[in-house]
C-alpha cells in the first residue's frame, strides 16, 4: 500500500553573500541573520549552529510524538545538547552529530526505545542517515 505525501511545510530563505560575511533572511522575515565563521570578530551564526538548532527542535519533537504515542508521560524538562561539528582531511569536509539526551523521570531502557523510536521517525535523522556520524548519549 502506497501512501500519498501531504506537504505539510516549506521554509524558504535567501543568503547573500557565504558563511564569512553572509546573511540568510526568511521570505517571511522572520529569519534575519547574519553569517560568520566560528572564530571570527564578526557577530553571526554560522551552518553547524543553524543545523544543531534544527536537528535538537525535531528530535525533541518525534520524541514527544514517540512518547504519546506509547503511553509514557514525558517531563517538560526533556533536553537535547547538540554539536555539530565540521571537520576536514584538508581535501573534504564532513560534518558529525552529537545529541545528549536527558528524559527526567524515565528510565534509561525506556529512553533508550523512545530514542531508537524517534531516530526513526525524526526528519533529520532520516534525511541523513547514512551520510552524517550521530552519536547519542543518555544522561
Same mark, same amino acid.
Given at each position: 500500500?502506497?501512501?500519498?505525501?501531504?506537504?505539510?511545510?516549506?521554509?524558504?530563505?535567501?543568503? &547573500? @553573500?557565504?558563511?564569512?560575511?553572509?546573511? *540568510? %533572511?526568511?521570505?517571511?522575515? /522572520?529569519?534575519?541573520?547574519?553569517?560568520? #565563521?566560528?572564530?571570527?570578530?564578526?557577530?553571526?551564526?554560522?551552518?553547524?549552529?543553524?543545523?544543531?538548532?534544527?536537528?535538537?527542535?525535531?528530535?525533541?519533537?518525534?520524541?514527544?510524538?514517540?512518547?504519546?504515542? &506509547? @503511553?509514557?508521560?514525558?517531563?517538560?524538562? *526533556? %533536553?537535547?545538547?547538540?554539536? /555539530?561539528?565540521?571537520?576536514?582531511?584538508? #581535501?573534504?569536509?564532513?560534518?558529525?552529530?552529537?545529541?545528549?539526551?536527558?528524559?527526567?523521570?524515565?528510565?534509561?531502557?525506556?529512553?533508550?526505545?523512545?530514542?531508537?523510536?524517534?531516530?526513526?521517525?525524526?526528519?533529520?535523522?532520516?534525511?541523513?542517515?547514512?551520510? *552524517?556520524?550521530?552519536?547519542?548519549?543518555?544522561?
Amino acid at each position: 500500500m502506497n501512501k500519498t505525501m501531504h506537504l505539510i511545510h516549506t521554509a524558504t530563505t535567501e543568503t &547573500t @553573500g557565504g558563511r564569512d560575511n553572509g546573511v *540568510v %533572511r526568511s521570505t517571511d522575515g /522572520v529569519l534575519d541573520i547574519r553569517l560568520s #565563521d566560528p572564530g571570527s570578530t564578526r557577530i553571526g551564526t554560522n551552518p553547524e549552529q543553524l543545523m544543531a538548532a534544527g536537528w535538537s527542535t525535531s528530535f525533541a519533537s518525534s520524541v514527544a510524538q514517540v512518547a504519546r504515542q &506509547t @503511553g509514557v508521560p514525558l517531563s517538560a524538562n *526533556v %533536553r537535547i545538547h547538540t554539536e /555539530v561539528y565540521l571537520s576536514s582531511d584538508d #581535501d573534504v569536509f564532513v560534518i558529525g552529530v552529537r545529541l545528549i539526551i536527558q528524559l527526567p523521570g524515565v528510565g534509561r531502557d525506556v529512553a533508550s526505545r523512545l530514542i531508537e523510536e524517534a531516530r526513526r521517525i525524526c526528519p533529520f535523522s532520516k534525511a541523513t542517515q547514512g551520510n *552524517v556520524e550521530v552519536i547519542i548519549t543518555i544522561v
